[in-house]
């Protein structure tokens, strides 16, 4: 893979500024900063290496082959340019990241749905201050007061009722009866 002179940074700096929360502006800020100081830094210098004129060394050298010696060497070197070995790994990341994302909205969606349902249901309701008990014991079944099927006492917790048995209680007559 061959290098290549990069002219320009690919992020896009405005809209990444948009999603870093407030408390992390300073933060952000000193990394453009710094990716920016890089940048010039690298574009400070040409991109390829200045061209060596061996002849001229050859006139100025006395040793005969030494120039030609180095010149075989410094041909014969090659720089490594690294390779790209973490772009699949993002690039997984981000379909697992992005999957992730539509899952949340599908589920999102199927909960802004029912609870559309639910305020639908509600705007459907006659006014609590018009409601009677019946109005809302047929409108809310579960919560309303039944005397005839659950009857409770004030002030209508579990610990206040007939027949209540705490918890510990309960741990009490299991220990008591073995």
């Known amino acids: 893979m061959a290098a290549r002179r990069v002219a320009q940074s690919s992020i896009n700096w405005a809209s990444l500024a948009e999603r870093v929360p407030p408390n992390q502006k300073a933060n952000f800020a000193a990394f453009k900063t710094k990716?920016?100081?890089?940048?010039?830094?690298?574009?400070?210098?040409?991109?390829?290496?200045?061209?060596?004129?061996w002849a001229h060394y050859k006139k100025l050298v006395?040793?005969?082959?030494?120039?030609?010696?180095?010149?075989?060497q410094y041909d014969a070197l090659k720089v490594p340019y690294p390779s790209d070995s973490v772009t699949a790994q993002i690039d997984a990341q981000a379909k697992e990241a992005k999957a992730e994302v539509d899952s949340f909205k599908k589920s999102s969606e199927q909960r802004i749905a029912q609870l559309q349902k639910e305020i639908d249901h509600l705007k459907s309701?006659?006014?609590?201050?018009?409601?009677t008990m019946e109005d809302y014991r047929d409108a809310f079944p579960d919560l309303a007061l039944d005397p005839a099927n659950?009857?409770?006492?004030?002030?209508?917790?579990?610990?206040?009722?007939?027949?209540?048995?705490?918890?510990?209680?309960?741990?009490?007559r299991a220990a008591h009866e073995h």
């Open 35 to 53: 990716s920016d100081a890089y940048m010039r830094a690298v574009l400070a210098n040409p991109e390829n290496p200045p061209k060596i004129d």
């Open 125 to 131: 309701l006659l006014p609590f201050e018009q409601m």
């Open 150 to 172: 659950r009857p409770s006492f004030w002030p209508h917790t579990p610990e206040d009722q007939a027949g209540y048995v705490s918890k510990e209680m309960e741990a009490a």
């Open 62 to 72: 006395p040793i005969p082959g030494l120039v030609d010696t180095f010149q075989k």
